[in-house]
């Protein structure tokens, strides 16, 4: 008898997801988006995307400031051993 290829384990297998991937955020608020309990509860502020994200515009810079370094050092190589 054959042996099974990969394809037919993995098809039987179920999806491997980490505890993360398995919360639906948005499969609650439909179920209950019609009781008033639900909806003022989800009234909570979303936190700013400024906020969130202060630190990719050093970062950003940072990567810049590298990027111009290593290209100028590439250049200078390119001079000094031609």
């Known amino acids: 008898m054959a042996k099974r290829s990969r394809r037919s384990r993995q098809k039987d297998r179920a999806p491997r997801?980490?505890?993360a991937q398995m919360v639906r955020p948005n499969a609650a608020e439909s179920?209950?988006?019609t009781?008033?309990?639900?909806?003022?509860?989800?009234a909570e502020p979303a936190p700013s995307l400024a906020d969130e994200y202060r630190y990719v515009i050093s970062d950003l810079k940072r990567i810049a400031v590298l990027a111009a370094i290593m290209l100028s050092a590439l250049i200078a190589l390119a001079f000094l051993l031609t």
């Open 35 to 42: 009781t008033p309990q639900a909806v003022a509860s989800s």
């Open 31 to 33: 179920v209950h988006a």
């Open 17 to 19: 997801l980490s505890s």
